[in-house]
């Protein structure tokens, strides 16, 4: 092991072949908002909060299913759908090639990921946006993944909630996108009609075609803190009505003064906010057993703490 | 430039002027030339059919924009009869870019939604151009639903540049007032019949376009992004619109292939506005047989149809 290994702490540590993650790698991390310079670990720990000021930092889908669901029984869902061309859609360069390029960079074939499993023991199925690919927009893969997400849901009487995070309607696919807004505000509508809850969750950011159907037709809406939502981007707004927009414009605290949301929750209560709310929509109780798997996690990264820091130690000698 | 004329047709305008000239120098000589200016009419037919006959996506989403294009407002009279227009959201306000009301059609009673441009400068900006705000949304929304009760079919007429994008929009809420519409419109339980008369921009064309059946005006538009918008997003430059138009497929024929819209209403030559009587009368046809056909349906197997249909688009 040389020397830099020995350094460097598990959770940074990669094996050969493992899948390389978005994030370029290093040991630290800066803070896009009040750029401080964080140690690496400190902020995976605190789920990609900035532990300075709070910054929620965008995290991929995979990342936001992982510390949002119980560790044990998930299961990814509906992986086999794939982006359609139907229109052979062709500017600069051809959709077909765009597409092959994004799912070189991120690993996944589009912008949705759908995984079924528990929320503190209560089963739940959950679909979390892909930012990083093609900016989460929305085309045909994306409205049909979460359609049948939600008909599984509706099948099963179990919560569904989703992660939004999308520049909105995916412009290559054209009026096939449009309508996966209708697409997707139908299934919603067939959830409430059978009392099937579902939750949606904004996080920065989330405008067009997205925020114009599944991410504000949530029994309960949610966003993270200092989220950026809107049905027009705040470039448009501003040629159009040539002036300034004012200070937290489009901001969660502006969604939520404005009666768009329930709540603004911060990442690292997501989970016991979302098991709370759902208990009671659904009258059960969370289970003892997850709280006591809860528990076992906080030991578990206690332990992994200690182990950090007597492996950085050598560092200081 | 003849301002009433686009750019290609500008020959067609050059005719018109040469026929009207003759027909001035006809009346003051008293020479007879009316066979010339027969010659010359006909010569302008076959000249508007070559032109319109070989439109690219482009020519067409400029017709749909074009100034004399008829607007809801001038359809409505002459396709419905009693007309009693509704207004206000009871929330807000009422949002002039979206007219409603109860009217009959071959005497059946049905609710009109439409979108309105306005024709004058001043009537535009009482009519923000045709570009709704949330409570023009949630008018729609409480005629719908108020369709539904006394079990009257929607027609909605589409034509909007997009819903608005200001700050007032987004305080009130612009995006919900959309999604809420696409999810009720999905199960709203009277038949809905949706035509896109001019220009149908994005989410705020959708708004009031989810039903049983989707027509296009043959000359009509419909896009995801408008195609200034797209070409500005990647060739940084809204010179490329035309090309954007041409990728995106913004016309009826494109968008009847992919299975999104079910019919298209043809224009008379040289576009709707060039005979809006004739227009209007082949619109109110195509909603009274398409209608007859949607009452025949059981209301359940109707609103089954309108949702599989929703589940099946893009595959």
């Known amino acids: 092991m040389s020397w830099i290994d020995k350094i460097l702490p598990s959770g940074v540590r990669r094996e050969e072949g493992q899948r390389r993650s978005n994030v370029p790698e290093g040991l630290w991390k800066k803070c896009l908002k009040c750029e401080a310079v964080l140690y690496r670990p400190d902020v995976e720990r605190n789920e990609d909060v900035c532990p300075k000021c709070d910054h929620h930092m965008r995290i991929g889908a995979r990342r936001r299913l992982d510390i949002f669901l119980d560790k044990e029984g998930r299961e990814e869902i509906f992986s086999e759908i794939e982006p359609l061309d139907r229109l052979k859609f062709r500017d600069k360069k051809r959709y077909r090639d765009r597409l092959s390029a994004a799912q070189k960079s991120t690993g996944e074939k589009d912008a949705l990921i759908a995984m079924r499993g528990t929320l503190q023991g209560l089963p739940v199925v959950v679909v979390a946006f892909e930012f990083a690919f093609h900016g989460g927009s929305m085309g045909y893969a994306v409205g049909e993944k979460f359609t049948r997400a939600a008909q599984l849901a509706l099948e099963e009487g179990i919560p569904m909630v989703c992660f939004s995070a999308s520049g909105g309607a995916r412009m290559q696919e054209a009026l096939i996108s449009l309508m996966q807004m209708a697409k997707t505000s139908a299934v919603i509508e067939r959830l409430k009609l059978a009392g099937v809850p579902y939750v949606s969750v904004m996080t920065d950011p989330i405008y067009g075609g997205v925020s114009a159907s599944l991410a504000l037709l949530g029994d ?13 981007g705040p470039n448009i707004i501003e040629q159009t009505i040539r002036q300034k927009l004012p200070k937290g414009f489009q901001r969660s605290e502006f969604l939520l003064e404005h009666g768009a949301i329930d709540m603004i929750v911060h990442r690292n ?8 709310l759902l208990a009671k929509l659904t009258n059960s109780e969370l289970s003892q057993k997850a709280e006591a798997e809860e528990d076992e996690l906080e030991q578990d990264e206690a332990a992994l703490e200690q182990e950090v820091e007597a492996e950085s130690k050598p560092e200081d000698e | 430039m003849n301002p009433n004329y686009l750019d290609f ?23 007879n030339i009316s ?28 017709v749909a924009r074009h100034p004399l294009r008829p607007y809801s407002l001038d359809y409505i009279p002459r396709i419905f009869t009693e007309f009693d227009e509704l207004h206000g959201d009871r929330h807000f306000g009422d949002d002039r870019a979206i007219v409603g009301g109860v009217a009959r059609i071959d005497g059946r009673p049905v609710m009109v939604i439409g979108q309105e441009k306005g024709r004058a400068v001043k009537d535009k900006v009482l009519r923000n151009f045709g570009m709704p705000k949330p409570e023009g949304y949630r008018k729609a929304l409480r005629l719908m639903e108020m369709a539904e009760r006394f079990k009257m079919p929607v027609i909605t007429l589409i034509d909007t540049p997009g819903a608005y994008p200001g700050i007032d929009s987004e305080e009130r809420g612009i995006s919900e007032s959309i999604a809420q519409n696409l999810a009720v419109m999905s199960r709203l339980a009277t038949p809905i019949i949706c035509i896109v008369i001019g220009e149908g921009s994005s989410g705020g064309a959708l708004g009031i376009g989810v039903g049983d059946h989707l027509a296009m005006l043959q000359y009509s538009t419909y896009f995801v992004i408008s195609p200034e918008g797209c070409a500005n997003i990647i060739w940084k430059s809204t010179d490329y619109a035309p090309d954007a138009a041409q990728a ?44 007859k056909r949607l009452e025949e349906m059981p209301l359940e197997e109707m609103l089954e149809k309108r949702y599989q249909r929703l589940m099946s688009y893009g595959s």
């Open chain 2, 248 to 291: 995106m497929g913004v016309t009826s024929a494109v968008l009847q292939d992919l299975g999104i819209v079910d019919a298209t209403i043809e224009e008379p030559l040289g576009g709707a506005h060039r005979n809006v009587d004739l227009m209007a009368e082949r619109v109110r046809e195509h909603i009274i047989t398409e209608l």
């Open chain 2, 9 to 31: 047709e500008q020959p067609i305008a050059e005719l018109e002027v040469k026929i009207e000239e003759l027909q001035l120098v006809g009346s003051d000589a008293e020479i």
């Open chain 1, 269 to 276: 209560d997501m989970r016991d906010t979302l098991a709370r």
């Open chain 2, 35 to 62: 066979d010339e200016i027969e010659k010359l009419r006909e010569k302008s037919t076959r000249l508007t059919e070559k032109i319109y006959s070989n439109l690219s996506a482009w020519d067409i989403v400029r």
């Open chain 1, 220 to 232: 309960i809406n949610v966003a993270e803190p200092d989220a950026r939502a809107g049905f027009a």
